[in-house]
C-alpha cells in the first residue's frame, strides 16, 4: 500500500527542453520556453530527453531562475529528481513512523560534519547515535530495479569511507538508497559505471554498516511524493 508522506505546492506540468549545465535544463512552460533549476547532479539520461513530459515547481523567492525541475514522467507516475524534496519526504516518513526499520530513531541535526565529509543526517536510536548517509537512486535497471550510481561519483565515495570507518571505529552508520522511480522492485548498485562504490558498498555490508533502500515516487495527479516501500530489497 502506498502512503502519501509529501504534499508539493505550486507544481506545473512542462516538458524537457535540454540540460543546459548540471544545475540548470531548459523548459517549456505552456507555450514558453525558461530555465529550471534541477538539484540532482546525477546524468538522469534517460529523464532528461526532448520533449519528455516533467513537473516543475515555482519558485516563490526573487531569483533569476524562477522554476525548479521536480519531477519527470515515468511509467504511470514520475520519477523524483529533486533530492531536496527526496530528503524532506524521508524526514517526514521518519517523523510519522512510516519506516520500521527506523521506528525507535529521531533526527538529532542535518549535516552533521565526520571528519572532512558532511553527511545528512544524525540520527538518535534508542539512545545510540547513529550516522546515515542518503544517495539518490534515479536510474531504472532491468526488471524494474533501481540503481546507483548513473556517473562516477568521488563524493558518493568518500561518504561511504566515512561510514565504515565510524562503524570500524565502534560507531554505528546507514547507508539509505532512495529509489526515487515509481515500482521498484529492489535496488542494486551500478557495478558497470562505477566499480569502486560497488566494491565500497560490499565493504560497508561486510563491516556492519546497514544498507537500506526505500521506493518513492511523485503522483502529479495531486503533487504528493508516495512512500511504495519502506524497505526495498537490497541486491549486492
Not at 155 to 175: A, F, M, S, T
Request: with cysteine; hydrophobic share 45%.
Amino acid at each position: 500500500m502506498t502512503l502519501k508522506i509529501l504534499k508539493v505546492n505550486n507544481v506545473t506540468e512542462c516538458s524537457i527542453i535540454r540540460r543546459i549545465n548540471r544545475f540548470v535544463v531548459k523548459v517549456k512552460i505552456g507555450n514558453n520556453e525558461t530555465l529550471a533549476y534541477i538539484n540532482n547532479t546525477g546524468k538522469l539520461l534517460n529523464y532528461l530527453v526532448y520533449g519528455k513530459k516533467a513537473y516543475c515547481q515555482k519558485i516563490m523567492k526573487l531569483t533569476k531562475i524562477g522554476w525548479r525541475l521536480i519531477a519527470i514522467s515515468d511509467a504511470d507516475m514520475a520519477a523524483l529528481v529533486d533530492v531536496y524534496l527526496q530528503m524532506k519526504a524521508f524526514e517526514n516518513a521518519v517523523k510519522i513512523n512510516f519506516i520500521p526499520w527506523l521506528r525507535n530513531c529521531r533526527i538529532v541535526k542535518r549535516n552533521p560534519k565526520l571528519n572532512s565529509s558532511v553527511l545528512d543526517y544524525l540520527l538518535r536510536c534508542d539512545t545510540i547515535l547513529t550516522y546515515l548517509e542518503i544517495k539518490s537512486a534515479v536510474l531504472r535497471g532491468r526488471r524494474n530495479v533501481a540503481m546507483y550510481p548513473d556517473c562516477v561519483s568521488l563524493r558518493g565515495r568518500r561518504h561511504i569511507k566515512e561510514l565504515i570507518n565510524i562503524v570500524l571505529k565502534g560507531g554505528k552508520g546507514i547507508l539509505l538508497f532512495i529509489a526515487a522511480i515509481p515500482h521498484a522492485k529492489a535496488f542494486k548498485p551500478n557495478r558497470a559505471v562505477d566499480e569502486k562504490i560497488y566494491e565500497l558498498i560490499r565493504e560497508a555490508t561486510r563491516v556492519g554498516v546497514m544498507v537500506k533502500a526505500m521506493g518513492i515516487f511523485f503522483n502529479p495527479y495531486d503533487s504528493t511524493v508516495m512512500l511504495e516501500n519502506p524497505d526495498l530489497k537490497v541486491i549486492i
